[in-house]
């Protein structure tokens, strides 16, 4: 019987790599069960679990959190997540980033502060050097 | 024998120093190696998604993706620096940053306003004192690099390119070419220009759910994360290894120093016996 060659990565790492009789995807408009020669299909894939059936009759469960499926008739990809992604959730993350760039410009003038000083100190520290050695 | 006292001081403060570059040599060597792989695990979902893109906007020619759209004036430019957050390797980051100077430069030549978002200190703190409006930032990423720490300050670029607000998107950071060389580059995300997504590998008429604009939209902007979040990968890894150059090269300093240091105690000791035995025989010649 034919096999379908799976891959399941997400962009920090390979999650699973193999050839397959079966895969169950959790697809955004319903459960897909996928067997070979399945027509070339692209769809987003919800959050939820991809039961893989292994060519020996085991199986491979693998937990994604959405995503993006192809299927090929020889080979399947998931492009998964390696989070939740929700549009609000995404939208927090921007606030937070830039958030912390604002706060950065408000003590900027500290920073600044700080680096005149550090380098005053440097200065200081060079000169006490030269001293030390005309000593000698 | 005032002298060979403060010599012995000084070859004990090296060889402590020598300890301390010797350790973070060795610290560096093994997350270097750790650094590579995971820059070489994030390659399959950037080259898959990559051919994605690339089957899908062939196979869509009509339909084009804000992030396509080639703008006739770029007016602002917004710019993602990637350095490291820890000083002590090397000419990394310094190289980065010229880079950059030179880069603004060029835009502002050009009349375009730059706009930038850091990931790693050294580069915010460089934009801040270049006086370069930051817009978002992420520092701390720490030796292991997470994307979702990543997906708000490159989305708030991408959301101001598909505004208008700017017109052209830079990327920025050092790419890993092996140990010992590392180059700073700066090249283009947005717009995505069609050769950059290169041919497609084949031409699979697909099913897509919901639809393709749907899918062609989340792909691109995974794609652009993917990009990121592997040019991360890829400075952490020069990082480690140019820090491991760098901590190498102390060390080795550090040897001559003390070597140097030893030969001179050596001298001095023995002048000093030299001048005792003198002195006695000099005592013994005058009883």
């Known amino acids: 019987m034919a096999t379908l060659h799976v891959n399941i990565v997400s962009a920090e790492q390979s999650i699973f790599s193999g050839d397959a ?47 993006i499926l192809e299927v090929q008739p020889k080979a399947l990809t998931i492009l998964a997540n390696t989070s939740i992604r929700a549009k609000d959730l995404d939208e927090a993350k921007v606030m937070q980033a830039k958030q912390a760039a604002e706060e950065a410009l408000a003590n900027r003038q500290s920073g600044q502060e700080r680096a005149v000083v550090q380098a005053e100190l440097s200065q200081l520290a060079a000169q006490l050097a030269a001293i030390r050695k005309l000593r000698k | 024998m005032a002298g060979s006292k403060e010599i012995r001081n000084k070859i004990k403060s090296v060889e402590n120093t020598r300890k301390i570059t010797k350790a973070m040599e060795m610290v560096a060597a ?60 090397g000419g990394l980051n310094t190289n980065a940053m010229r880079m950059m100077v030179m880069k603004i430069k060029e835009w502002e030549g050009a009349d375009a306003k730059v706009q930038a978002t850091a990931i790693g200190n050294k580069g915010l703190g460089f934009l801040m004192r270049y006086g370069i409006p930051v817009t978002s930032q992420v520092i701390g990423l720490g030796d292991k690099p997470h994307l979702e720490k990543m997906i708000g300050p490159v989305k708030a670029q991408l959301d101001q390119f598909a505004d208008g607000k700017i017109d052209a998107l830079y990327l920025c950071y050092t790419k890993f070419i092996n140990t010992m060389k590392q180059e700073a580059m700066c090249e283009q995300l947005l717009p995505l220009s069609g050769d950059k997504l290169g041919a497609p590998d084949s031409s699979w008429d697909y099913l897509y759910e919901p639809d393709a604009k749907a899918v062609l939209d989340e ?58 035995l003198s002195e006695i025989v000099g005592g013994a010649a005058a009883v």
Do not use: W
């Open chain 1, 21 to 67: 009789e079966m895969v169950v995807v959790p697809g955004e408009s319903g459960e897909l069960g996928i067997l070979p020669l399945h027509t070339p299909l692209l769809t987003r894939i919800r959050p939820g679990t991809v039961k893989v059936k292994l060519a020996g009759g085991n199986e491979e469960l693998v937990f994604v959190s959405g995503g």
């Open chain 2, 219 to 276: 792909l691109l902007e995974r794609y652009i994360e993917s990009i990121v979040y592997s040019a991360v990968a890829e400075n952490i890894a020069s990082e480690q290894s140019a820090r491991m150059v760098a901590m190498k090269s102390a060390s080795d300093n550090a040897k001559k120093v003390i070597g140097d240091l030893k030969l001179t105690y050596n001298k001095a000791r023995q002048a000093a016996i030299t001048k005792e």
């Open chain 2, 30 to 89: 093994s997350k270097m190696r750790k650094a590579q792989e995971r820059m070489r695990a994030a390659r399959p979902y950037s080259e898959k998604i990559r051919s994605v893109a690339a089957n899908l906007s062939h196979a869509n020619p009509d339909y084009k993706h804000v992030f396509l759209q080639k703008r006739d004036v770029v007016r602002n430019v917004g710019v993602i620096m990637v350095t490291s957050d820890k000083g002590l390797c």
